[in-house]
T-cell receptor, first 111, second 113 residues
C-alpha cells in the first residue's frame, strides 16, 4: 500500500528563519511528487511539482528536492514570513494519476 | 488566471438524503478528480474521470457514489444516501492532457446530521 508520511506534524518558527519540511514515501514507482499549501478551511494550492527524473525544483523562496532511492522529499523555505503560515502537504503520484497525500505539516511563522 | 470552482461551498443534509456536489473544471482540462478530507485526516483520492468514464476509483468510492459530466462544463459527485461518516471537505481537481499539476477547487464542506 502506498504511504506518505510527513514530519514534523507541526512547526513554529520566528520570522526570517530558514526551515525544512520532510516527506517520505513508500512507493519507488513514483511518477512525480507535489507540494501543496492549504490555508484553514480552504482548497489546495500547488507549490512545486518534481518529476521522478528530476532532483529538485525551485520557485522563489521555495526549493523542493526528491530522492527516489531513499523515498524522501524535502521542502525548503528560505527567510520565512508570517504569510507562509499554513499547512503544507506533500503528495505522490504513481501510475493512474491519483495523488496519495501525507498528513501535512502545520507551519506557524511568528512575527 | 483560470480556476476550478465548486458549489455549494457548504452543505448540511440529513442522513439518508442524496446530495450532489458540483465542480466546474478549468475549461481546457480533460482529466477530473474528486478527493475528500475528513476533518483532521489526510486528503484521500476518490475517483478520476476521463473521456466520459471513470478511469480509476478508490475503495472508498462504493455504490453510493457516482460521478457525471452532464454537459461540457460541469463535473458532479453524487452521494445517493448520505451517512454520518460522509461528512468531509470534498475537493474537485483537474489537469490538462499534457500537464501534470493538478489544480484544486476551494472545496465543498459537507455536514451530514
Amino acid at each position: 500500500k502506498q504511504e506518505v508520511t510527513q514530519i514534523p506534524a507541526a512547526l513554529s518558527v520566528p520570522e526570517g528563519e530558514n526551515l525544512v519540511l520532510n516527506c517520505s514515501f513508500t512507493d519507488s514507482a513514483i511518477y512525480n511528487l507535489q507540494w501543496f499549501r492549504q490555508d484553514p478551511g480552504k482548497g489546495l494550492t500547488s507549490l512545486l511539482l518534481i518529476q521522478s527524473s528530476q532532483r529538485e525544483q525551485t520557485s522563489g523562496r521555495l526549493n523542493a528536492s526528491l530522492d527516489k532511492s531513499s523515498g524522501r522529499s524535502t521542502l525548503y523555505i528560505a527567510a520565512s514570513q508570517p504569510g507562509d503560515s499554513a499547512t503544507y502537504l506533500c503528495a505522490m503520484e504513481t501510475s493512474g494519476s491519483r495523488l496519495t497525500f501525507g498528513e501535512g505539516t502545520q507551519l506557524t511563522v511568528n512575527p | 488566471e483560470p480556476e476550478v470552482t465548486q458549489t455549494p461551498s457548504h452543505q448540511v443534509t440529513q442522513m439518508g438524503q442524496e446530495v450532489i456536489l458540483r465542480c466546474v473544471p478549468i475549461s481546457n482540462h480533460l482529466y477530473f478528480y474528486w478527493y475528500r478530507q475528513i476533518l483532521g485526516q489526510k486528503v484521500e483520492f476518490l475517483v478520476s474521470f476521463y473521456n466520459n468514464e471513470i478511469s480509476e476509483k478508490s475503495e472508498i468510492f462504493d455504490d453510493q457514489f457516482s460521478v457525471e459530466r452532464p454537459d461540457g462544463s460541469n463535473f458532479t459527485l453524487k452521494i445517493r444516501s448520505t451517512k454520518l461518516e460522509d461528512s468531509a471537505m470534498y475537493f474537485c481537481a483537474s489537469i490538462t492532457e499534457t500537464e501534470e499539476t493538478q489544480y484544486f477547487g476551494p472545496g465543498t464542506r459537507l455536514l451530514v446530521l
